[in-house]
């Protein structure tokens, strides 16, 4: 994600980069998310599931988006599963989430923050994008 984050703010820089982020967006959306919208903390293994994963993984694909090269489905489908899945009942970002529950330890420079840009990344997106019939 930060690659393809770092790839995007560079692409004037040189021709070759915008193949090199059309290769890393299909390989990240496929590799990193599952069909529910389930940020993995590690390429092609569900568990654990990682809130900063999710929140980066949120600014990240909606950057693609803004380049249709990651379908806003997509994002809404991370944020849902994030917002529904992620987050404790007093707002802080669950840590991890295990196979069998969560870690209960609120970091906010390294789960809150990250997941908190996600969250405005997405609503910037969508408040931009033209509506959708």
Known sequence: GYVLDSLCRLEGADPR???AV????????????????RARLWRGKRYPEDSHSAGTGLTVLTRLAERDLVPAEAVS???????????HRNGHAVFRRQRRGATPVFYTRWCDAP?????????????????QS
Request: proline share 2%; glycine share 8%; net charge negative.
């Open 17 to 19: 980069i915008s193949s």
């Open 22 to 37: 059309e290769r890393g967006a299909r390989v990240y959306l496929s590799d990193f998310f599952d069909a529910e919208g």
């Open 77 to 87: 489908r991370v944020a849902e599963y994030t917002l529904t899945h992620m987050m």
């Open 115 to 131: 997941v908190a840009l996600g969250f405005a990344s997405v609503a910037g997106f969508f408040r931009e994008a033209p509506e």
